[in-house]
């Protein structure tokens, strides 16, 4: 199994080069995209032709470092603005060209959150929730057939939300028996309700268990802390991967944060790597 984590950098080789290349020096094999997530940044301010460009270099930039891209997550705002059909059609259209990078930059999955039409605290339409999710997703499905693109419907931590368990998720990706569509299993989100990511693991199974969120929690608090800081009981985790033959990459969603004395940073991050390789080998 491979071992990735999330990152982000404008749209240049440059800029791909300098991140990846220290990423691949603390020995991670693969990165997880995140430069798609904010909307107003300069990945969405391109013309079409300029962004096709740069999503091609940064795929060579990534290839000379002897890196690739596992994934990458596509736009989310928080909080969220999906209310109105033009807050939809809006996000829909980024959609489509974080799909486009995503395939151009050569990662096989594009992890997405569902659309919240009433927020994330509040869900007072539970059918009218799904409807639009249904609707949005069946157009966003044809999209990712177009590019090749696998879209991975992730797990929240909002327990008022209809679709936010890994088994809530998992349902809703069934309903469309669409190869396309498949589950990201965000292990901290899981922990927030309260269940076990190695359960969740084996629930979800192999055939739907596309990409991972690895970080960890309170049990209460969605913190992305770095693993076995909280309460996840990871030898499980990585044995259920291993149970299901998970195939794919052990991708962390967290990094070093706070003061850290000069020169210690390097250690901790370079800790971090040896942590995922170390839950990684656990599935063998």
């Known amino acids: ?56 270099m940064v795929r060579r930039a990534a290839a000379d470092c002897g890196m690739a891209f596992s994934q990458t997550h596509g736009p989310w705002r928080f909080p969220p ?17 974080s799909l486009e990078g995503t395939a151009a ?19 007072p339409e539970p059918e009218r929730f799904l409807e639009l999710n249904r609707e949005f997703f069946s157009a966003l499905l044809a999209k990712a057939r177009e590019y090749g693109v696998v879209v991975a419907l992730e797990n929240m ?27 990201c299993l965000d292990t901290g989100h899981a922990a927030v309700f309260g269940l076990n990511p190695g359960d969740a693991v084996r629930q979800i199974g192999a055939e ?30 990585s044995r259920a991967l291993g149970e299901i033959g998970f195939s794919g990459t052990l991708s962390l969603e967290t990094n070093v944060r706070g003061s850290i004395p000069p020169g210690a940073r390097e250690m901790y991050e370079a800790g971090l790597a040896r942590t995922a390789r170390a839950l990684a080998q656990k599935t063998n």
């Open 208 to 237: 739907y268990l596309a990409c991972l969120h690895v970080h960890d929690n309170d049990g209460r608090h969605d913190f992305h802390w770095l693993p076995y800081f909280g309460v996840i009981d990871w030898t499980d985790f």
């Open 157 to 183: 931590p909002f327990p008022r939300l209809t679709l936010s368990t890994p088994e809530q998720v998992l349902n809703f990706v069934r309903e469309f028996s669409d190869p396309f569509f498949r589950v």
């Open 1 to 56: 199994m491979t071992t990735g984590i999330s990152t982000s950098f404008a749209p240049t080789a440059d800029a791909a080069r300098e991140t990846l290349s220290r990423l691949r020096v603390l020995g991670y094999d693969r990165a997880d995209l995140q430069s798609f997530v904010n909307t107003e940044n300069d990945w969405f301010s391109l013309p079409a032709s300029a962004f096709a460009r740069a999503c091609e």
């Open 105 to 123: 930059v050569g990662a096989p999955v594009m992890a997405i959150h569902n659309i919240m039409p009433f927020g994330t605290e509040a869900d």
């Open 81 to 97: 603005r999906d209310f109105t059909p033009e807050d939809r059609a809006e996000r829909f259209d980024k959609m489509v060209r």
